[in-house]
Every structure is written in structure tokens, then in C-alpha cells.
């Protein structure tokens, strides 16, 4: 098994779940790219250390095959291929896209009752 595939698979302990909730995310940006005539979803943060210093976590997820992975340049993912940094990014980039999807929702609901 390559570290691409360990990445995929790896699902976060609960120490990484708690951990992630007080993750400070400074900086978060998303764009979509290319890579091998794929296209992907590309995020990138910028998380504060619980020591201090700052970490930068990439996210990739492709539109079209299902490859997804990540990368963080703390020592944690480092040696288990997953970290709080990840974790936190993740969630937050979950819960924005649910709260964008229920204020589209809303948006459409209110647009077709004033037709």
C-alpha cells in the first residue's frame, strides 16, 4: 500500500476528532485545477499549532474519479497519515458546504414563492 492509499483510508481516532475542535483555522482558500488531465478540488489552509508555528494542510478531492487525498506538514501526519489539522479543515470545509446548500435552498424557496 502506497502513502496515497493509506491517506485515503486512514479514518481519524477520536483523540484527532476532539483535537480538531480547537484547531485554529488562519487561512482557507479552495480552487479547482488540473493535475494529469483530472480535475480537482484543491484546498488549502493555513492552521495555528497548538505549539505554536503554523501548518499548511492540502486537501485534493477529484470531480470525476474519486481520488481524494491530503497533506500536512506537521510531525502527526507525518507518522500516522492523518492529523487534527486535516481533521479540522475537513469539517469546516463540510459544514460550509452544508451551510451554503441550506442558504441556496432557502434562496430558491424564497425566489418560487414570489413567482
Not at 20 to 35: G, M, P
Not at 84 to 110: C, F, G, I
Request: hydrophobic share 35%; aromatic share 10%.
Amino acid at each position: 500500500m502506497d502513502r496515497m492509499e493509506a491517506t485515503k483510508m486512514k479514518q481519524p481516532s477520536p483523540r484527532i476528532m476532539n483535537g480538531a475542535q480547537n484547531v485554529t483555522i488562519i487561512n482557507l482558500q479552495s480552487w479547482t485545477q488540473t493535475i494529469n488531465d483530472e480535475l480537482y478540488l484543491t484546498i488549502a489552509a493555513d492552521v495555528a499549532g497548538s505549539k505554536g508555528g503554523v501548518y499548511r494542510v492540502l486537501i485534493y478531492r477529484s470531480k470525476t474519479s474519486g481520488r481524494d487525498w491530503s497533506s500536512c506538514n506537521c510531525t502527526g501526519f507525518f507518522f500516522h497519515y492523518i492529523c487534527k489539522h486535516v481533521w479540522a479543515v475537513e469539517m469546516k470545509q463540510h459544514n460550509q458546504r452544508s451551510v451554503d446548500y441550506a442558504n441556496n435552498s432557502k434562496a430558491k424557496a424564497t425566489s418560487d414563492t414570489q413567482t
